[in-house]
């Protein structure tokens, strides 16, 4: 194994020692915020969901953010495999053209055109991935609350940056700014239950269905300043809706799995599972806790990752290094991701012969 590696939280590392990893010891799947980064997951992805998983039957929960919500939702239709290589292909297709004299697109833009290519992607498939007959889907938001409960030219900024600073004192103080809400697809005519204990943060629960998916799903990758927040979606509470990643970065949670299915499998970009967006400075928060003792993470080395292309993962610089060269843009991220094959070649040689030496500490 050269490209990936293996960090357990303590019970998960109990678990594969005395068990190994079957395809139905796994109860819920989180997936990253993290933008173009998710990327690097792809063939992990397509493995997993396109031909590891359907060896087994029991319910799997699927809980995602920004580019992770857009993963989990595409692995939820027919032909897994197939839909999460177009997911890949689209995002690495975008491309914003800019009116002449214009140097950026502007949030207003970029929010159209994502809204754009989030209806030309999954057209009437809606009913086809809330119906899924094993798969929960779980899509991650945050909600604008008192200083951030309207947008605002002025107000947002200002809302952010105080937001930051109570951030820095506690994050469960984050909730007086932001509000966890997470929307969640049915199980038996019923809200699915969410796979995680919402204790630690202000969190909101609402249904998902065909009438607020795509507001909720554009929400979830809704990045401050990068686009406009989601406003109105069906079913929810008044507010501005912003990226799931502001207030779970890496879905640190206290996750909840069903004795039968006790795993979380976490494909991911690194080792470390950052709580929430603004969280990335204070590397304190960056260490694994007990919520984590469940937990499978599958992660490029780092070493493998300085041979990609410019050394690093695809990343939201890419947009501003290559600028309106959308065409050396996508060159550079379509080579970092077939050499991702590597990731999910490594995981499925691991999973015939399980070798516990390979599997770190979380």
Not at 4 to 17: D, F, N, Q, S, V
Not at 95 to 112: C, D, M, N, V, Y
Not at 133 to 151: E, F, I, K, M, N
Not at 161 to 190: P, Y
């Amino acid at each position: 194994m050269h490209a990936l590696r293996l960090y357990a939280g303590p019970r998960a590392h109990e678990h594969l020692r005395a068990n190994g990893l079957l395809p139905q010891h796994v109860g819920v799947i989180p997936a990253a915020a993290g933008g173009p980064k998710g990327l690097i997951l792809g063939p992990l992805d397509r493995f997993i969901f396109g031909e590891w998983l359907p060896r087994s039957e029991q319910p799997v929960e699927l809980i995602g953010a920004s580019i992770g919500a857009w993963r989990m939702a595409t692995a939820c239709l027919n032909d897994p495999a197939q839909q999460l290589q177009r997911f890949e292909n689209a995002y690495i297709g975008q491309h914003f053209p800019l009116p002449p004299g214009q140097k950026r697109p502007t949030a207003e833009q970029i929010s159209a055109q994502f809204a754009d290519n989030l209806k030309h992607f999954y057209g009437e498939r809606a009913h086809e991935l809330l119906q899924h007959p094993r798969y929960r889907l779980h899509l991650v938001t945050s909600r604008g609350s008192g200083p951030l409960a309207r947008d605002g030219r002025w107000r947002t900024p200002l809302g952010y940056l105080s937001a930051f600073v109570a951030n820095g004192i506690s994050r469960r103080a984050l909730g007086a700014w932001l509000q966890r809400v997470v929307f969640s697809s049915s199980e038996q005519g019923q809200m699915a239950r969410l796979p995680f204990s919402p204790d630690d943060f202000s969190t909101q629960q609402i249904p998902l269905d065909a009438d607020n998916f795509m507001g909720a799903l554009q929400a979830s990758c809704s990045i401050p300043f990068v686009l406009r927040p989601v406003n109105q979606i069906a079913g929810a509470p008044a507010g501005p809706y912003w990226d799931g990643g502001i207030t779970d970065y890496h879905l640190h949670l206290r996750y909840q799995t069903p004795e039968r299915s006790p795993l979380v499998l976490y494909p991911h970009f690194q080792r470390a599972v950052v709580p929430g967006w603004l969280d990335k400075s204070w590397k304190r928060r960056h260490r694994a806790t007990a919520a984590l003792d469940q937990m499978l993470v599958l992660a490029p080395d780092p070493a493998w990752i300085a041979g990609l292309p410019g050394g690093k993962l695809p990343d939201r610089s890419d947009f501003t290094r290559f600028g309106q060269d959308a065409t050396a843009r996508a060159q550079v991220w379509r080579a970092a991701t077939a050499a991702a094959a590597q990731l999910a070649d490594e995981f499925a040689m691991w999973l015939e012969r399980p070798d516990m030496s390979r599997v770190e500490m979380l």
